[in-house]
C-alpha cells in the first residue's frame, strides 16, 4: 500500500479494510487493519479505528 507516511498509512489501511469488511472479506479486512496498526502513529483516526475492529474481530491490537 502506498502511503505518504504513518498517518496515511493508518487512513488508507482503515479505509481498505473496512471496504473489505463490508464486502464480506474478513480476513483480508484483518490485514489492512494491522498494516495500520502497524503505522504506530497512534494519533491518526485510521490507527484507532482499525485498532477497535480488531478488537471486535478478536485480533487485538497485538496483531502487529
Given at each position: 500500500?502506498?502511503?505518504?507516511?504513518?498517518?496515511?498509512?493508518?487512513?488508507?489501511?482503515?479505509?481498505?479494510?473496512?471496504?473489505?469488511?463490508?464486502?464480506?472479506?474478513?480476513?483480508?479486512?484483518r490485514?489492512?487493519?494491522?498494516?495500520?496498526?502497524?503505522?504506530?502513529?497512534?494519533?491518526?483516526?485510521?490507527?484507532?479505528?482499525?485498532e477497535?475492529?480488531?478488537?471486535?474481530?478478536?485480533?487485538?491490537?497485538?496483531?502487529?
Amino acid at each position: 500500500m502506498a502511503a505518504e507516511g504513518p498517518i496515511s498509512e493508518a487512513t488508507v489501511g482503515y479505509t481498505i479494510g473496512i471496504w473489505h469488511l463490508l464486502n464480506g472479506r474478513e480476513a483480508k479486512a484483518r490485514e489492512y487493519f494491522q498494516r495500520a496498526v502497524a503505522s504506530d502513529y497512534t494519533p491518526a483516526w485510521g490507527y484507532r479505528a482499525s485498532e477497535a475492529e480488531l478488537k471486535r474481530l478478536g485480533a487485538g491490537s497485538a496483531a502487529k
